[in-house]
DNA sequence: AAAATATTTAACTTTCTGGTTAAATTTCTC
DNA sequence: GAGAAATTTAACCAGAAAGTTAAATATTTT
């Protein structure tokens, strides 16, 4: 966890896509990888990555995995960038 | 450039560091060096992906080579951020 | 113009990343 | 309980990333 593991994450476009596709509300991981062109298995590891990241989380519903997004990590990005911008505003 | 450059050097912690430290103002680049144990070839490196990103500047002084934060580029990541939490306000 | 200083570039090495295919796991259905 | 469907895990590979030391470049000083 922390922001080194946020950023990490975010730095991969198909990372920063599933997070998008998320936006709209939580999908079966089947149907985000039917948004790429890459494996399955490919995808899976990015999912895993976004958990391990606490960007989005999962739950099983019968026999498909419902992932949704979690936005709430982001607040520590916010900060941080922020606070290098010079604490103007919140 | 444009988010993907942006997302990937601030994916490093070393140049995020390097972001921190420049925060406070220009600086030589022999300075920047001096705060890490690495050599100064790499954090060289470390400034060119920075640059190259567009987030910081760099300018020949005499012998030196001042180095100087450019945080406009941010905007952009501040408003991927905002759209995937639903754009609520700004 | 030679020496010293500040920094970058080159060549190289090691580790990490992101993809692949094949096998394993979990749950539903017949 | 066997088979199908959805997804993850394992083993592997190629290319990218991040560090090292040594050589090159640019500027000032003597």
Redesign the interface.
Known sequence: MG??ST??A??D?TR?EI??LL?KGPMPAGDLVSHFTMSGAAVSKHLSILKEANLVRDRREGRFIIYE?N?SV?EE??L??R????EKDS
């Open positions: 922001l080194q950023m990490k975010l730095s476009p920063r997070l998008n936006k997004l936005a982001l990005v916010l941080w960038i606070d290098l911008k010079g």
